[in-house]
């Protein structure tokens, strides 16, 4: 393993950007190399800096993150997509697995979760 986790976070509410940020930001082995607040970011952030696993809010503009989703697959096979949002319908879930996602968290989650989520879906990318 060379070097820390590399991470882009994406999410249209500032103060779940920054705690996100911060959890994560925590953990010596993780880094944030880029946090955007739309789909459309999320896409140039994550083909920009090819980090190994993009954390994408479901519901945000420019598409969602769904849409972001299904672009940073195609573009950038290397990073690991995980969904994070307050919405824990089926309809959301499905549309995000559907578009690549690898794994889906509901906001609320213990922190723990969360960096263990991004850990496992950096291990996938790297194995």
């Known amino acids: 393993m060379s ?3 590399r991470v882009v976070i994406s999410d ?3 103060m779940i950007r920054d705690a996100l940020r911060e959890v994560l930001e925590e953990q010596p082995d993780i880094e944030v190399v880029a ?3 739309d789909a459309d970011e999320a896409i140039t952030l994550t083909e920009h800096h ?3 696993v993009a954390v994408l809010d479901v ?3 420019g598409g969602g993150g769904a849409r972001a989703a299904e672009e940073i697959v195609a573009r950038c096979p290397g990073t690991a997509v995980l969904a994070f949002s307050a919405y824990s319908d089926r309809a959301s879930m499905t549309a995000m697995e559907t578009a690549g996602a690898v794994e889906y968290l509901t906001k609320g989650v213990p922190n723990r979760e969360i960096v263990a ?3 496992r879906l950096a291990a996938q990318g790297r194995g």
């Open 3 to 5: 070097g820390p986790l």
């Open 59 to 61: 519901r945000m503009p």
């Open 50 to 52: 090819r980090p190994a």
């Open 117 to 119: 989520a991004v850990r």
């Open 35 to 37: 946090v955007g607040r």
């Open 12 to 14: 249209d509410d500032a």
